[in-house]
């Protein structure tokens, strides 16, 4: 870590590190809301294009927004990490025209290995889903190395 740079100062380089490269997200028209060191919130307008057979809104997508705001988290520290495993429980459909907003927040990280939840909710606050993502820390950082 760069000896000037704040946790907070910190987990801000490396969402715009990673955004840079998000084509996902971008694509998707997500909006990174906020960040700090082991959280993230993130969202995204559901359209027609999203939605399933059954006019709602398909779990895919939901579960990308998530699974997105769970990256942003779980890299806050400059340590590239990826998703061991992930678990969605969708609780309330989603509609064309919700906003939703997927808040990830950091429950545990030990060695190479963190615990994080998401909730995704709509503009009215409903929850729509619940993702629980198991992280694991492997080898290479966002930022560029300032050592000598």
Known sequence: MNPEKTPQDLAEACAAAMWNDDSAARRLDMRLEHIAPGQATLSMTLTEAMTNGHGIAHGGYIFTLADTAFAYACNSYDA?????HCAVTYLAPGHVGDRLTAAARE???S???GLYDVRVTNQDGTAIAEFRGN???IRGHLLP???A
Do not use: P
Not at 80 to 84: E, P, R
């Open 107 to 109: 429950l545990s990280r």
């Open 80 to 84: 590239v990490t990826v998703a061991q």
């Open 135 to 137: 992280s694991r820390t």
């Open 111 to 113: 060695g190479r290995s």
């Open 145 to 147: 190395r300032t050592d």
